[in-house]
């Protein structure tokens, strides 16, 4: 099967209806009209869709390699600068489609699969039948245009009782059995975004240290999500409502979170990638270049993103008049220095690539682990500056329905922007609203804050890549002698 359309993408969500409990129910029915949901996934509709039109067709797709039919580009290995500069064009028009708020978008798991599939040669002396499974999901995914979610990390009581030892009936998700047919799983994963708005889950937790020769917490596996005995349990919906009005990016573009727990559920063996070896877990995930070649996708929807904040930003400062404010201008160029500084990044990363040992153009990691470094901490900034610009604006937003009544008159004369009457300035009030102050605003923060773990952790990943360090101490050892 070739790449599949917007409405294919629907039928299949929900002919394939997982286990889902949100709010104290299990979701029945179409889950492309639950209001919890049908945002999102109509505009990841759209986002297939683009697949299907001529005018984005060569750009969204490549020939597969086994059948000729095309298939979406964010699953290509990269060979080539010419391929890296491909997938970005590609990445960032669906970017642009979402503005950046997805930051579980298709291409984020096509990508990462693509990695662990380019490094599964390093399964092949060992393990020679984990390596031809990985190859042979890959190939899967890619010729059916799987829309793909996946856990890597557990609660933290799964956490604890692994290191600690402290409960009688440990938390840690483990493997409790093998059989001829496969794996037994217990326990629970988090943060599983779009877990209940995707085809498959792929599994892949940091093992924890073990005294067994084959360690239980050691595995990587990929499954449907529908897969019996596999649960998804919703946080609160901070979808405001169906008015793209009262609640612009909201209603289009939350994006569930999920505890995914498995209560014995059978992963049959062609869908296992690690089983019990703790070193190979370590090893494919370090080797795959999971962070860098992600981090590719990454810099497409930052920078989508804070476009879009920029745009924001300029349209309030011209709808209150104050783009002869000193004060205004600072905080609006610091936007634009972060802007650039993305693009500056994410240039480098690409004109510097070159092969890795598994024949991928690898970008340029130092430029990519900056950038994932930079963006946690300037994005609460960018949002703190469309609070500043806002105010009480971002207070003082009435209903949609407001407008459709006798006071509408009153509303337009003095809640009016330049250049905008009162309706259009308060939609862009309530977008800054959604941005800086709501539910959505709120998580959107948190979620770039950790996206790629905690600060310190991001921070060591750059620090211990940078062997840079060395040349310039010793530039300064050899002034100072």
């Not at 245009?145 to 483990?174: M, N, Y």
């Amino acid at each position: 099967m070739p790449v599949k359309s917007g409405v294919q993408y629907l039928e299949r969500l929900n002919k394939n209806l997982p286990d889902i409990w949100i709010a104290g129910e299990q979701v029945k029915g179409d889950l492309s009209e639950h209001k919890a949901f049908k945002g999102l996934i109509a505009t990841q509709a759209s986002m297939y869709e683009m697949q299907q039109e001529e005018k984005w067709k060569a750009k969204m797709t490549y020939s597969s390699p086994l059948t000729g039919d095309p298939v979406g580009l964010s699953f290509k290995q990269p060979k080539t600068k010419k391929d890296l500069a491909a997938r970005r064009e590609m990445m960032q028009a669906w970017a642009y489609t979402h503005h950046g708020f997805l930051g579980r978008a298709p291409d984020y798991m096509n990508t990462a699969l693509m990695a662990f599939y380019a490094a599964a040669g390093i399964q092949e002396e060992k393990n020679p039948q984990f390596a031809s499974n990985l190859r042979n999901y890959y190939a899967y995914c890619r010729e059916n245009d799987i829309t793909l979610s996946h856990v890597f990390i557990q609660p933290k009581a799964g956490r604890l009782s692994a290191l600690l030892r402290i409960f009688e009936d440990p938390a840690a998700a483990r493997i409790m059995d093998k059989n001829k047919d496969g794996i037994v799983v217990r326990g629970a994963f988090l943060l599983d975004t779009q877990g209940a708005t995707s085809d498959e889950i792929l599994v892949y937790p940091t093992p924890f240290p073990s005294e067994d020769e084959e360690s239980p917490y050691a595995f990587a596996f990929a499954v449907p999500s529908n897969l019996k005995g596999v649960r998804f349990v919703c946080r609160e919906s901070f979808v405001g409502g169906d008015s793209v009005y009262n609640y612009p990016l909201s209603s289009r573009f939350e994006e569930m979170d999920t505890l995914v727990i498995f209560d014995d559920a059978l992963v049959p063996w062609d869908r296992v990638f690690i089983c019990g070896d703790e070193y190979m877990s370590m090893q494919l995930f370090s080797e795959s270049r999971f962070h860098i070649h992600a981090s590719s996708q990454i810099m497409c929807k930052n920078i989508a993103k804070t476009e879009f904040l920029l745009g924001t930003v300029e349209s309030m400062v011209e709808a209150a008049g104050l783009n002869s404010y000193g004060h205004v201008i600072e905080k609006v160029t610091e936007v634009i220095v972060a802007l650039e500084t993305l693009k500056a990044l994410q240039f480098a990363a690409e004109k510097g690539s070159s092969l890795d040992r598994w024949g991928s153009m690898l970008p340029n990691r130092k430029p990519l682990l900056a950038a994932n470094a930079y963006f946690p901490k300037i994005y609460p900034r960018l949002i703190e500056i469309i609070q500043l610009i806002g105010a009480s604006g971002l207070i003082m937003i009435p209903d949609e329905k407001d407008f459709d009544t006798e006071i509408s008159g009153l509303l337009n004369r003095y809640l009016k922007g330049i250049g905008l009457d009162g309706k259009e300035n308060v939609q862009l009030s309530r977008l800054a609203w959604e941005l800086s102050v709501s539910t959505f605003g709120g998580r959107q923060t948190v979620y770039e804050r950790f996206f790629f773990g905690d600060s310190s952790t991001v921070n060591s990943r750059l620090y211990n890549c940078y062997q840079d360090r060395e040349t310039f101490m010793r530039r300064v050892k050899d002034f100072l002698s």
